[in-house]
């Protein structure tokens, strides 16, 4: 796996480091909130479980899957909800916690909809935010690190389903996607 990797970009304690004071920042905001905290599927849950873990405050949590990738490095445009949410969204102060805003429509398409069900507040936290490669007009609430525009992975972040489970964020080889 890790022979795949160009370079490491973010290192596991560069990532710990960074998780811990959002999440700090993260509590003073919810403060008071009980805030539904959506962790979006597959690529968010290693930062979700982190982050929770830096928030003292009473929240909630949720699960949606959404989208657009497949097993490429090119945004469809078209993003397919896969799993819904358990909770109901309506008078929450909701909270997204994405790994990556990118062409941003993933998030932009999640934000839309949660509004539309009449959630209180709806803000994303990412962890990483590629401001390069976006498509449509939106930026993150919070963000752990704007990156240049490579294709990145680890830390829950695939390239068809694998590396997910590197503990530090790398550039890919490009040859690992264009062979
Ligand atoms: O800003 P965008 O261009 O929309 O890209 C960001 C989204 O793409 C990835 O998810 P993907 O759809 O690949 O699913 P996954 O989380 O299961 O890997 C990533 O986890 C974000 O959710
Ligand atoms: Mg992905």
Redesign the pocket.
Same mark, same amino acid.
């Given at each position: 796996m890790n022979q795949d990797i160009k370079e490491i970009l973010l290192t596991e304690e560069q990532i710990a480091e960074k998780v811990k004071e959002l999440g700090a920042v993260l509590s003073d905001e919810y403060r008071g909130k009980n805030p539904l905290v959506i962790c979006?599927?597959? &690529?968010?849950v290693v930062f979700m479980a982190d982050l929770l873990r830096h928030m003292d405050i009473p929240c909630e949590m949720d699960f949606m899957a959404? $989208? $657009?990738?497949g097993s490429g490095t090119e $945004?469809s445009g078209m993003v397919k909800i896969l799993k819904d949410l358990d909770t109901s969204a309506e008078d929450r102060h909701v909270l997204v916690v994405? +790994?990556?805003? +990118? $062409? &941003?429509?993933?998030?932009s398409r999640l934000m839309e909809l949660l509004r539309h069900r009449r959630a209180a507040s709806v803000k994303v936290v990412t962890l990483l935010n590629k401001p390069e490669r976006r498509k449509v007009d939106i930026s993150p609430d919070y963000s752990g690190f704007t990156i240049p525009d490579e294709f990145v992975v680890g830390y829950g972040? +695939?390239y068809a389903e694998k590396y997910r489970n590197l503990p530090f964020i790398g550039v890919l080889k490009p040859e690992v996607y264009s062979s």
């Open positions: 979006v599927l597959k &690529g968010a959404v $989208s $657009s990738y $945004s994405e +790994d990556i805003m +990118d $062409s &941003g429509l993933t998030l972040l +695939d």
